[in-house]
């Protein structure tokens, strides 16, 4: 495995995916402005570590030797355990790499709710919350355009989804429903109605009325998306 020791992360890797974790390194640097500002925080995270595999086992056996023998669910190709990121990349498929390269922003975003907000005020996670979140500002779906996320909401057959049932990891991918699919609308709701700032600051006052909102506010991003 190689290494690059870049400002706020140290990454490991193997050669096959050198380009992506470089593209991921300085995507995740500019990223952080924007999660300083929102988070109103000085970025005084430790540096994150993180490695990232073009072999799925090789990935998962990592995993397995830093968590005790912990083992992803089969769909998870990026993950955080024992306080290092973990990032499977599929080389051979051109459009995963690139998605891949928004992988280590993704993941920060999670650090920042984790130490900002869970931590500092005592709050259990919300998944949908701050996945939604990190959907959004990772900047994955840039080049999505809105014919793409009206598709997505079409493509949902529920009207009313409690969203705070995706708490559970085992429940957020499954027949029913790609909680993935759900958070991407959610996030495009919430910034582009610009009240970010407002759900946050909910958050840390307002346990449980984050949660109400949960109960109906993917029907609320869905027909606020098919109405643009």
């Known amino acids: 495995m190689e290494k690059i020791n870049a400002k706020h992360y140290e990454v490991c890797y193997d050669e096959k995916v050198k380009s992506c974790v470089v593209n991921s390194i300085g995507i995740a640097e500019k990223g952080r402005i924007t999660l300083n500002k929102l988070f109103d925080c000085d970025d005084d995270l430790m540096i994150l570590k993180a490695s990232y595999f073009s072999n799925r086992d090789d990935f998962v056996n990592h995993i397995k030797s830093i968590s005790g023998g912990n083992q992803p669910p089969n769909w998870a190709s990026g993950c955080f355990y024992n306080n290092e990121i973990q990032v499977y ?55 999505l355009s809105l014919q793409d996320l009206k598709n997505t909401c079409k493509n949902i057959k529920i009207e009313d989804f409690d969203m705070n ?30 009240i970010e700032k407002e759900m946050l600051d909910t958050l840390k006052s307002d346990f449980k009325k984050i949660r109400l909102i949960g109960k109906d506010i993917l029907k609320k991003s869905i027909d606020f998306i098919l109405k643009m």
């Open 89 to 143: 990349v599929n080389v051979k498929n051109e459009k995963e790499v690139k998605f891949k390269e928004h992988t280590l922003l993704h993941e920060t975003v999670h650090l920042y709710f984790d130490n900002y907000v869970y931590k500092k005020y005592d709050i259990p996670r919300v998944r949908w919350l701050d996945e939604s979140f990190a959907t959004y500002l990772d900047g994955s779906q840039q080049e």
């Open 165 to 194: 049932i995706l708490d559970d990891i085992e429940k957020v991918k499954t027949e029913r429903l790609n909680g993935y699919d759900a958070f991407k609308i959610i996030g495009y709701y919430i910034f582009n109605r610009h």
